[in-house]
Nanobody, 115 residues
Framework: QVQLVESGGGLVQPGGSLRLSCAAS????????MAWYRQAPGKQRELVAS???????NYAGSVKGRATISRDNAKSTVYLQMNSLKPEDTAVYYC?????????WGQGTQVTVSS
């Protein structure tokens, strides 16, 4: 089992920045892809960004150029830096990791972009 704990969410003004963190614990060997998803009220959960164990990244079109995903394998932690935040970025952000073909999810952290 893998446990994931997200942090870094909160209220941010439009145009602001924040960094989300997600620390994995438990059976963390063989974790491959780490990712961030988000779910806005009334919408489906969507992929924001992902990063493979080799460092290859993938971004949703809506955040490309504004988001940077990174990982620290020594700390089993994945980060999401988001800049130039917009009200439409408001959502619950979830961390997810894949280990041996099983997906694990964090509890989510709320990000609200509002003036």
């Amino acid at each position: 089992q893998v446990q994931l704990v997200e942090s870094g969410g909160g209220l941010v003004q439009p145009g602001g920045s924040l960094r989300l963190s997600c620390a994995a614990s438990g059976s963390i060997s063989s974790i491959s892809t780490m990712a961030w998803y988000r779910q806005a009220p009334g919408k489906q959960r969507e992929l924001v960004a992902s990063i493979t164990s080799g460092g290859s990244t993938n971004y949703a079109g809506s955040v490309k150029g504004r988001a940077t995903i990174s990982r620290d394998n020594a700390k089993s932690t994945v980060y999401l830096q988001m800049n130039s935040l917009k009200p439409e970025d408001t959502a619950v952000y979830y961390c997810s990791v894949k280990r041996l073909w099983v997906d694990y999810w964090g509890q989510g952290t709320q990000v609200t972009v509002s003036s």
